[in-house]
Nanobody
Framework: QVQLVESGGGLVQAGGSLRLSCAASGSIRSINAMGWYRQASGKRRELVATITTGTSTSYADSAKGRFTISRDNAKNTVYLQMNSLKPEDTAVYYC????????????WGQGTQVTVST
């Protein structure tokens, strides 16, 4: 059993910053890629950022230059630092992890709401 628990969402004014965290726990042998998706109301879930075990990162165009993904492998935790937030960043943010238990499976967090006001 593996759980991903997110924290750090909330309400912020445009131009502000938030830092999301997602900690994985349970029967984990190792974690390969980790990352963040988001889903705005009425829209499809979209990839925001990913990070590999070797800390190689990739970002959606909308996140480049404003968001930074990082991870602490000792804590099985992934972070998303979001700066210069815009109202269009408003969404539920979900973390995911490709976790190796006996095989590799993808696990998801419960989601955390980020609301950016004008």
């Amino acid at each position: 059993q593996v759980q991903l628990v997110e924290s750090g969402g909330g309400l912020v004014q445009a131009g502000g910053s938030l830092r999301l965290s997602c900690a994985a726990s349970g029967s984990i042998r190792s974690i390969n890629a980790m990352g963040w998706y988001r889903q705005a109301s009425g829209k499809r879930r979209e990839l925001v950022a990913t990070i590999t075990t070797g800390t190689s990162t990739s970002y959606a165009d909308s996140a480049k230059g404003r968001f930074t993904i990082s991870r602490d492998n000792a804590k099985n935790t992934v972070y998303l630092q979001m700066n210069s937030l815009k109202p269009e960043d408003t969404a539920v943010y979900y973390c995911y992890a490709l976790v190796v238990t006996t095989y590799e499976y993808d696990y998801w967090g419960q989601g955390t709401q980020v609301t950016v006001s004008t």
